[in-house]
Each structure stands twice: as C-alpha cells, then as structure tokens.
C-alpha cells in the first residue's frame, strides 16, 4: 500500500517546533508531569512512581479500559475497548477492516488518514461534504443519503468536527447512525473531541452507545490536554470486527506504554475536571478572538465551533491564504495553517482556541495582519 505525503503532517514537521508563535493548534493547552500528577490520589501516585516498565496487556491496562466503558452507557463494557495510539486508532481499523473495491464514504474536509489509507488500499472514496451558511457550517443528511450505494461499507464521521466545529443536533445524528444500521455499514466515528461542548446539553451520545457495528476512536490528546500520552481507544461492540483489529494492532504497536497508561487513569479518574478545564480555556480564547475579528470584519469571516478547540477563518482581502500563511510565519513568527493543506478549497485558515497561548499570539499576528492587509 503505498499512501502520499501526510500534508498537515509535513507542515507541522516544518512550523510547530521551529516557529514561536502559532494560532492553529488543534489541542487544548498540554498539561506538565507534575500537573497531571497532582491529580493523582495517593495510591495512584505510589503506582506511578512504583511502576515495572515491562511490557504491556496487548489490549490495554485492564483498569483503562474499565475507565475508558465508564465514559459511556452501561451498554459499553472494557471488553469492547481496545487501548492504541490515537493515529494507530485511525490506521489499524481502516486497514483490517476495508479491502480493495470496497466503498467508502468520508466526512470532507478532515484529518487525511481518515480518507487517504482507504484510498490506499484501494477503496472508492466519496465525501459527504461540509456546507457554509448564515448560520455556519453544517452537514446535510439527505446529500449524504444520496452518496450510499450497495457496495458502501463504511461511513467515517467525526463530529465535533475538525476543522470547522460543526456539531450535529442529536436528531440529525440518530438519523446517520439509523443510515448506517439500515445499510449493514461500518460507522467509523471519530469522537475525539467529544467532551470539549461549549454547552454539555449539546453532547451526542457516543455512536458505539447506538449501533453494535459502529467503530469509535476517543482519546486524551484534544479535550484532556495530554498528546504526549499518545493514548487513544478504539470501542466497538462487534466481537468479529474487534478481533480484527487486534490482530492488525500486532503488526503496529503491539501494546502501550506502561507510564502513560497510568497517566491516562490519573487523568480519566479526573475527566470532569480536565474536560472543564479545557471548554474554559476555550470560552476565555474566544472573547479574545471575538475582539480580534471584530476589529478586522472587512478581512476575515469566522463562524465560531459550538464544541471542540477549532474552526475555520475566511481570509475575504484579496490575498491567496497559502501566501497569506507563509508571510506571517515568516515575518511575524506565527504558525497559521491554511486550510488547502487539509486538502479544503476556498481561502480559509483554521484557528485553534485551545491554547493559553492564542492571545500574545493573537496580538502578534494582529501587526502582520495591520502591515500586509491595511
């Protein structure tokens, strides 16, 4: 399987470590070792501290899993987890579960491996595309209806979504899963901003909750603070397709790390907390970005994400967002990712208001903005 360069990849190989400033990033400010460690309870603390860096359960620490099912409805059990690094979460099941010929249809626009691997292995891809409107970004139900076909066997979603923050009304979500049921498909949910809902009422249930052949990649690198846990799960209630999957998570990482398994218990014993404190961060970021594009509406337009970290800036100046981009790393320092890197047409950058980082940031892009567009 050969599979094309990773854009977004390739340019935050070149940008997130080398450029001072950055308004892009897609997670909430990254917690240190001894912050996460002070939500330990002592027990855990001494586990930490105490702990055999053998290897790991191939389908992770028994007690994540049980805390990862408690995320859910009693209906999810810690038999139906299985532990992985969160891109490992998108890789193993596309490749164990798709074959070539088969069709898929993708949530666009997206993370590339979410569509790229299935083309790889050659799958058809259709994308259910992301719709602009008065009201913002949105996803219609009869269009995506409209792409299923008798050989589509799996739909991929991601909702929160990334890039725009799109989130779908909870009708409108039971509709796509009741889809995916009538069709026998594979509903691959990317949930991994789940948990990160301005307003909590707002919250879909988990697909894995509604459909026994529905595939659900979580984790902590977005809404808990903690990418460099890389811990992530993959749940499903398919004994066949979970098995599947396991046997394709021999051939990747085989099992996890013994410190960050631990880690991530500290931190899903304390979700409330982590989940808070990152919709905080956020709400504080978005008064701040408001004021900035308040000042600047004859340059940019921005529908703000109802849940997640991110969403997309139209750049409206006549100006290409690509140019636009590599100016303000060059000149000023700041880290913007255009859209057309996550392979979406039209003049957008995405902002990230996860990071307690964004308003110096901000004031900085703001002299660029003043210097190249006034």
């Known amino acids: 399987m050969k599979l094309p360069p990773f854009e977004i990849e390739h340019f935050f190989r070149q940008h997130e470590f080398s450029a001072p400033h950055g308004i892009s990033s897609s997670d909430c400010e990254p917690l240190t070792l001894p912050e996460i460690l002070d939500y330990a309870s002592p027990a855990r603390r001494a586990q930490f501290e105490n702990l055999w860096l053998g290897y790991t359960e191939s389908q992770g620490h028994p007690e994540l899993r049980r805390a990862i099912a408690d995320l859910h409805e009693e209906s999810i059990s810690a038999d139906h987890v299985l532990e992985v690094v969160p891109e490992e979460g998108i890789y193993v099941p596309m ?9 898929v249809i993708a949530i666009f626009p997206s993370f590339q491996s979410l569509y790229e691997i299935g083309r790889g292995i050659g799958c058809e891809v259709s994308f259910w595309r992301a719709q602009c409107g008065e009201r913002g970004w949105s996803f219609d139900i009869d269009a995506l209806e409209r792409l299923v076909r008798a050989d589509t066997k799996m739909l ?9 923050g799109a989130l779908l009304e909870r009708a409108e979500f039971e509709r796509v899963v009741d889809l995916a049921r009538r069709h026998d498909l594979i509903l691959y949910s ?16 988990s697909a ?18 903690l990418p460099g846990l890389r811990v992530g799960w993959l749940i499903t209630r398919d004994a066949g397709l979970m098995r599947e999957m396991q046997d394709m998570k021999s051939y990747t990482t085989i ?25 905080s ?24 994400p109802g849940a997640g970290t991110v969403g997309l800036v139209e750049l409206t100046a006549d100006m290409d967002v690509s140019e636009f981009a590599d100016g303000a790393v060059r000149e000023a320092g700041v880290m913007v990712l255009p859209a057309k890197i996550m392979k979406f047409e039209g003049n957008y950058f995405r902002i990230g208001l996860g990071r307690r980082t964004l308003p110096g940031a901000l004031e900085l892009f703001e002299q660029y903005v003043v210097d190249t567009l006034r």
């Open 255 to 279: 099992c996890g790390s013994a410190p960050s398994e631990i880690l991530a218990l500290i931190a899903l014993e304390n979700a409330e907390a982590l989940t808070a404190r990152c919709v």
């Open 281 to 304: 961060i956020v709400r504080e970021n978005t008064v701040v970005a408001r004021s900035f594009f308040e000042r600047h509406d004859d340059l940019f337009r921005i529908h703000y």
């Open 156 to 164: 991929i979603i991601n909702f929160p979504h990334n890039p725009t």
């Open 95 to 103: 490749k164990a579960l798709l074959n070539e010929g088969d069709h």
């Open 208 to 225: 894995c909750e509604l459909y026994d052949r529905a595939v659900v990649l979580g984790g902590l690198s977005k809404c808990f603070g």
């Open 190 to 205: 990317d949930e991994i901003y789940r948990f990160a809902e301005q307003d909590p009422a707002t919250r879909l249930p």
